[in-house]
Every structure is written in structure tokens, then in C-alpha cells.
């Protein structure tokens, strides 16, 4: 019987501020554009992606405000920490981005930046609309309404 492989992947930065922020409609896996002295900077996993967005401009996919510290030794080839980088998808993906994003009151949110298990560095983006702060009190309710639920189960046993 052939096993079952995991994805092993190694994620570098999560924007965990999202799921609180936003209903996440739909995700979509993205390729990065990334310089080499970038990809050395991730692997040591101290990038940001908590205040970045992404942008359809000029029928391309931008990545804007992310952060990547600059790598220490790469010293004449550094890159800029928080360049505009270009995202890879299909043409299908992006008119359905662009779709998404056409309807009112939605945004493309970056969720987590990771490297796969061949080792190519991806970006997951999320297709979201923002929460009011009555919407937000409510996920607050239902989570903790569902640890109480746990807990209880548990004292049951």
C-alpha cells in the first residue's frame, strides 16, 4: 500500500489579525516573485505580512507592504524590505480575483506566507470582506461559548 505524503510545508509569516478582521470568503495559493537575498531572509522566518495587501494593477497581482528584513549577508545585493512584489497566478485565478474583489466591500488579505514541501516560497491570499465591530463581538461569543461547550464535555467525560 503507497503512503499517504503530508505536506510538509514551513510557514514563515501568518496574519493572524485577519481571520478577526475579516470573513474569509475564499483562498487561493499565489506564487512570489522574490529576489535571492529575499528567499535567504525568509528561510530564517522573521517576515511580516500583518499590514500588507494585494493589489490587481495593470492586469498583474502586486503583494504591497510586505515586509522581508534584509539578510545580513548579502551586503551589496540586499534587496528594499518593503518593495511592491509581483504574485503568480493563472489568468483564470486573477479575473476571478479580480471578480471577487469587484463586488462591494472586498479585499484581497494575505493570510500566510510559507514554502512548500518543494521548497518555492507561496503566498495564500484570502478574498475577504472587513467585519463590523458587532460581527467581531459575535466570533468573540461563539468561540468562547465552544471552549465553555469543551470543557464541560470533558468534566463529563
Given at each position: 500500500?503507497?503512503?499517504?505524503?503530508?505536506?510538509?510545508?514551513?510557514?514563515?509569516?501568518?496574519?493572524?489579525?485577519?481571520?478577526?478582521?475579516?470573513?474569509?470568503?475564499?483562498?487561493?495559493?499565489?506564487?512570489?516573485?522574490?529576489?535571492?537575498?529575499?528567499?535567504?531572509?525568509?528561510?530564517?522566518?522573521?517576515?511580516n505580512i500583518a499590514e500588507s495587501y494585494a493589489s490587481v494593477e495593470?492586469?498583474?497581482?502586486?503583494?504591497?507592504?510586505?515586509?522581508?528584513?534584509?539578510?545580513?549577508?548579502?551586503?551589496?545585493?540586499?534587496?528594499?524590505?518593503?518593495?511592491?512584489?509581483?504574485?503568480?497566478?493563472?489568468?483564470?485565478?486573477?479575473?476571478?480575483?479580480?471578480?471577487?474583489?469587484?463586488?462591494?466591500?472586498?479585499?484581497?488579505?494575505?493570510?500566510?506566507?510559507?514554502?512548500?514541501?518543494?521548497?518555492?516560497?507561496?503566498?495564500?491570499?484570502?478574498i475577504a470582506k472587513g467585519k463590523k465591530m458587532a460581527d467581531k463581538?459575535?466570533?468573540?461569543?461563539?468561540?468562547?461559548?465552544?471552549?465553555?461547550?469543551?470543557?464541560?464535555?470533558?468534566?463529563?467525560?
Amino acid at each position: 500500500m503507497a503512503e499517504k505524503r503530508e505536506a510538509k510545508q514551513k510557514i514563515v509569516a501568518e496574519n493572524r489579525k485577519a481571520r478577526h478582521n475579516y470573513f474569509i470568503e475564499d483562498d487561493l495559493e499565489t506564487g512570489i516573485v522574490l529576489e535571492g537575498s529575499e528567499v535567504k531572509s525568509l528561510r530564517t522566518g522573521k517576515a511580516n505580512i500583518a499590514e500588507s495587501y494585494a493589489s490587481v494593477e495593470d492586469g498583474e497581482l502586486w503583494l504591497i507592504n510586505g515586509y522581508i528584513p534584509a539578510y545580513d549577508r548579502a551586503r551589496a545585493f540586499g534587496h528594499e524590505e518593503r518593495r511592491r512584489r509581483k504574485l503568480l497566478v493563472t489568468r483564470r485565478e486573477l479575473s476571478k480575483l479580480w471578480q471577487g474583489i469587484g463586488r462591494e466591500g472586498m479585499t484581497l488579505v494575505p493570510l500566510a506566507l510559507y514554502f512548500n514541501e518543494k521548497g518555492y516560497a507561496k503566498l495564500k491570499l484570502g478574498i475577504a470582506k472587513g467585519k463590523k465591530m458587532a460581527d467581531k463581538r459575535e466570533t468573540e461569543k461563539k468561540r468562547d461559548w465552544n471552549r465553555q461547550k469543551a470543557r464541560l464535555l470533558r468534566e463529563r467525560g
